[in-house]
């Protein structure tokens, strides 16, 4: 109808407008009146968002207290790298510490692996160690995956927990963690995993089951009530018809 009048004010509106036709695929929400129980489910999902709210926020809250624990506990420890042992002497004019700078910072003097990764190493107890003629050096080069695995703030640290807390790829940070760290950064794993992946998300799963329970309940009711209502209003002539039974 929209465009239908501006067609008659103006013609070029038209064409800027026709988007609105979009909107006519809404027609098929038309469909949750006449299926019950896709009725019931839609009810029940909106009865969830309102349900959802607190756990949502416990859910944040323990999001930001994993990642305050990764900042603190793994904060540039996966720019770690195995730097190839510094052979000679500096050029004329150059100072040995100018020299070491730029030897530590060449990519091509840092142990990569045959698909192109630069090696992990700590200098912890039980962590991952480099082979002859490197040492492993701190804060050097930039961190796993193009600089997004990593715990040195707290934006990346909550973006690397909510990967741990939904279990996407999270092996690869464990291995990368375990090998730049200590063996002992298990824990932090295990309980963000247990916590956090199996109650935390399952505690979401739980609401939106009770609420669909809850609406399959008051669904119930209501044809319960309307049932008792008919028999009561109705002649008794009637109920023979299929329509109002």
């Known amino acids: 109808y929209i465009t239908l009048i501006l067609q008659t004010i103006n013609h070029k509106v038209v064409s ?3 988007g609105l036709r979009t909107f006519r695929v809404l027609r098929a929400l038309r469909t949750l009146s006449i299926i019950p129980g896709l009725k019931t489910m839609v009810n029940a999902l909106l009865r969830a968002l309102r349900m959802l709210i607190s756990v949502l926020i416990l859910i944040l809250f323990c999001l930001w207290i994993f990642s305050q ?3 603190q506990l793994f904060g540039g420890t996966l720019r770690h790298k195995c730097v190839l042992q510094i052979y000679g002497s500096p050029a004329f ?3 040995y510490d100018e020299f070491y700078a730029e030897h530590i910072l060449n990519s091509d003097n840092w142990f990569a692996k045959s698909n192109g990764d630069y090696v ?3 200098n912890a107890t039980g962590a991952g160690t480099c082979p002859s003629n490197y040492t492993c050096l701190p804060d050097i080069g930039g961190n796993p995956n193009h600089g997004y695995t990593n715990f040195d703030n707290i934006g990346w640290s909550m973006l690397i927990s909510f ?3 939904t279990q996407d790829y999270w092996e690869d940070v464990y291995n990368k963690v375990i090998r730049a760290h200590s063996p002992w950064t298990v824990i932090y794993f295990i309980v963000i995993n247990f916590f956090g992946s199996l109650y935390l998300m399952n505690l979401m799963l739980a609401v939106v089951a009770s609420a669909y329970e809850l609406e399959v309940k008051n669904t119930g009711k209501v044809i319960s009530h309307l049932a008792l209502v008919t028999q009561t209003e ?4 009637i109920y023979h018809i299929p329509y109002c039974a």
């Open 163 to 165: 990967q741990l807390l």
């Open 120 to 122: 992990l190493c700590g």
């Open 16 to 18: 800027d407008i026709t």
């Open 69 to 71: 624990a990764g900042v």
């Open 234 to 237: 109705l002649p008794d002539h």
């Open 93 to 95: 004019g150059k100072t």
